[in-house]
């Protein structure tokens, strides 16, 4: 690890750390091998800040991301992004977004869900909209709500069987207030979830 490298990686960890304290969470050190993490326990569930880092060949990305498991009552799946070239791309070939008939937010956010209706009674709630606009919008952070079958996402002590809200970006992140803002934008969603019938007030269901 080079120097730069090292001192970002300490201002990182004493961030988190901070954040943990001041949220009420708890910092998980994962020392030299594995992972750093920072663990909020909020209704039933766990929602974990932590870094992820997928390798192309001899190239290799890392993302930080948020992400809480839940169990999903009809399977409703729902990806939101910032529009970019691609999405753009992709709506001139006919693959359409969904659209809530604001314009702003139609605009510069990228819908795509299972069941367009849900999508939109999802988004019915002022201060869902609100944040989910202020964070994707400008951290070019992706939120996604669906099952994750893959183990090379998860580790292999997690489960597939729940749904997982993940919120996620390229780089690591270590801004204390964008992080606050990922949480807030976190416990929303899972709060409008179980408001519009998609998610159970329980604790997620793991199969081991």
């Known amino acids: 690890m080079s120097v730069l490298s090292n001192i970002?990686?300490?201002?990182?960890?004493?961030?988190w750390q901070q954040?943990?304290?001041?949220?009420?969470?708890?910092?998980?050190?994962g020392g030299f091998w594995k992972k750093d993490k920072v663990v909020l326990k909020y209704r039933k569930t766990e929602i974990?800040?932590?870094?992820?880092?997928?390798?192309?060949?001899?190239?290799?990305?890392?993302?930080?991301?948020?992400?809480?498991p839940f169990n999903s009552v009809n399977g409703f799946n729902l990806s939101i992004s910032s529009e970019n070239?691609?999405?753009?791309l992709v709506k001139k070939?006919?693959?359409?977004?969904?659209?809530?008939?604001?314009?702003?937010?139609?605009?510069?956010?990228?819908l795509k869900s299972n069941n367009e209706k849900k999508a939109k009674s999802f988004f019915s709630s002022t201060i869902l909209k609100e944040e989910t606009f202020n964070v994707v919008n400008i951290t070019e952070s992706?939120?996604?709500?669906k099952r994750h079958?893959?183990?090379?996402?998860?580790?292999?002590?997690?489960?597939?069987?729940?749904?997982?809200?993940?919120?996620s970006k390229l780089g690591v992140e270590s801004d204390?207030?964008?992080?606050?803002?990922?949480?807030?934008?976190?416990?929303?969603?899972?709060?409008?979830?179980?408001?519009i019938g998609e998610a159970e007030d329980v604790s997620p269901d793991f199969e081991n």
């Open 8 to 15: 970002f990686y300490s201002e990182t960890k004493k961030n």
């Open 19 to 29: 954040l943990a304290s001041e949220i009420g969470g708890e910092f998980v050190d």
């Open 48 to 68: 974990v800040l932590e870094t992820h880092t997928v390798s192309r060949g001899k190239n290799s990305s890392t993302y930080t991301r948020m992400k809480f």
């Open 85 to 88: 070239f691609f999405t753009h």
């Open 93 to 110: 070939i006919g693959f359409n977004d969904i659209e809530i008939g604001e314009f702003e937010f139609d605009d510069k956010i990228y």
């Open 142 to 145: 992706f939120l996604s709500i």
């Open 149 to 167: 079958d893959s183990l090379f996402f998860f580790t292999e002590s997690e489960a597939p069987n729940p749904f997982y809200v993940v919120l």
């Open 176 to 195: 204390i207030d964008v992080l606050k803002s990922w949480l807030n934008l976190c416990k929303i969603t899972l709060d409008r979830l179980i408001e």
